[in-house]
Nanobody, 125 residues
Framework: QVQLVESGGGLVQAGDSLRLSCTASGRTISSYAMGWFRQAPGKEREFVVA????????YYADSVKGRFTISRDNAESTVYLQMNSLKPEDTAVYYCAADQRRIGVSSSQYTYDYWGQGTQVTVSS
């Protein structure tokens, strides 16, 4: 079993950047495909981006494509989400998740087995 802890959230202005980190303990993240999801107040949790176990494949939601970049450092058991050109509509709690069954990417939250506690990102206009 793996434990995930997100960090790096905060309050920024529109156009700013943030980098979120998701650090795993208990088991190396090289055994998992990883994803980021977010949930805004009053809305359902939505997919943001996923990366395969090797890091060779990624899949982005259209809403963040070209602005967000996912990367992983398996040696450090950490997954990063670089968020540039942030918009107020990016405001949400961001969660990382680990999928122990797939090698590739998935945008469905139901394929992920482990979740972090989330980190708040607030973008002011």
């Amino acid at each position: 079993q793996v434990q995930l802890v997100e960090s790096g959230g905060g309050l920024v202005q529109a156009g700013d950047s943030l980098r979120l980190s998701c650090t795993a303990s208990g088991r190396t993240i090289s055994s998992y495909a990883m994803g980021w999801f977010r949930q805004a107040p009053g809305k359902e949790r939505e997919f943001v981006v996923a990366v395969s176990r090797s890091g060779g494949s990624t899949y982005y939601a259209d809403s963040v494509k070209g602005r967000f970049t996912i990367s992983r450092d398996n040696a450090e058991s950490t997954v990063y989400l670089q968020m540039n050109s942030l918009k107020p509509e990016d405001t949400a709690v961001y969660y990382c998740a680990a999928d122990q069954r797939r090698i590739g990417v998935s945008s469905s939250q139901y394929t992920y087995d482990y979740w972090g506690q989330g980190t708040q990102v607030t973008v002011s206009s």
